[in-house]
């Protein structure tokens, strides 16, 4: 198939780029990997009347580190993250879950920005950006705000994006570590084959002291619900506690608990269920155990 009939810009300043989306509202849409747009353009999925081609626009990609934590540009490729040693260095969990994200080919295209404005619920990028505490920088002719992760996701392809604005870097900050205590990951998902979307994703953080105690804890699914969500409850269970296989079977039991999925042709609710679980599960055990 192919899409319905858009009108097409491609702005190469900033300020030109907002300009088009305030003038056009709710009609248009950014098109930056076009990974997720365009197929859902062809299948008249999404129809926009006008298109922003945003990949001509200077200073929306790159990856800077700070005092305080690391920035993303919204239209930093997910394979440049991926390969990226500061990221491997700084954030070795998003090393090891990028990679997940369906092929290379789609990677090399695909922007970090892109996959958080379409806000699949089954995507990795949004997942581990609600885990890691992220800041979203939204921008409009009226000027910049800032949107924490936990606030983005509003629900089924849903974002706090209003019409005019436009995502444009991502702010992480650092997991720092103290004498006492430092931050281990785990990260699991099960899919039907590899590069498909994930049925069940888990991202677990732990910050452990020496004895394996936990002192903060956090918990991030994703394609179990309309968007990413922590699970605050398994979190809790384990803070304070040795992160035993008691502790982990206990917090996942919670998780199970917690999501509500719901069932579609690739898996039943009650399998994403009992497999967010699971999932919960091994990612603690490899926290613990990295």
């Known amino acids: 198939m192919k899409p319905a009939k858009f009108d097409y810009y491609a702005p190469v300043a900033r300020d030109e780029a907002l300009g088009l989306l305030g003038q056009h509202g709710y009609d248009a849409k950014a098109l930056a990997g076009g990974q997720s747009l365009m197929p859902m353009m062809n299948l008249r999925l999404a129809r ?11 200073g929306l990609s790159g990856i800077d580190s700070g005092e305080s ?9 997910q ?12 954030f070795p969990l998003i090393a090891a879950a990028v990679p997940h994200i369906a092929h290379f080919q789609i990677r090399n295209r695909g922007t970090v920005g892109g996959s958080l404005a379409h806000s699949d619920p089954a995507a990795e990028i949004p997942a581990l950006c609600l885990a890691l505490d992220a800041e979203i920088t939204a921008a409009s002719s009226r000027g910049e705000r800032t949107i924490a992760a936990g606030d ?7 974002t706090a994006l209003e019409p005019d604005e436009l995502l444009t870097e991502v702010r992480l900050p650092w997991l720092d570590s103290d004498g006492e205590s ?9 899919c039907r084959r590899d590069g498909d979307f994930a049925l069940v994703g888990a991202i677990a953080l ?14 991030a699914m994703f394609g179990v619900g309309d968007g990413p969500a922590r699970i ?9 506690r040795a992160v035993d296989a008691d502790a982990r079977a206990e917090a996942a039991g919670l998780v199970s608990q917690a999501v509500d999925p719901g069932s579609d042709i690739h898996a039943s609710a009650e399998y994403r269920k009992e497999v967010s679980g699971v999932m919960a599960r091994r990612a603690l055990e490899d926290a613990v155990s990295g």
């Open 48 to 58: 926009p009347a006008v298109v922003v081609d945003i990949n001509r626009v200077a």
């Open 69 to 77: 934590g690391m920035t993303i540009g919204a239209m930093t490729r």
């Open 79 to 90: 394979r440049d993250l991926e390969r990226s040693a500061e990221v491997r260095e700084r």
């Open 152 to 158: 983005f996701s509003l629900g089924l392809l849903t």
């Open 182 to 190: 430092q931050w281990r990951w785990g990260f699991r998902e099960v």
């Open 206 to 219: 732990l910050r452990l002291d020496g004895d394996n105690v936990c002192r903060e804890a956090r918990i």
């Open 232 to 240: 605050p409850g398994a979190e809790a269970a384990l803070v304070g």
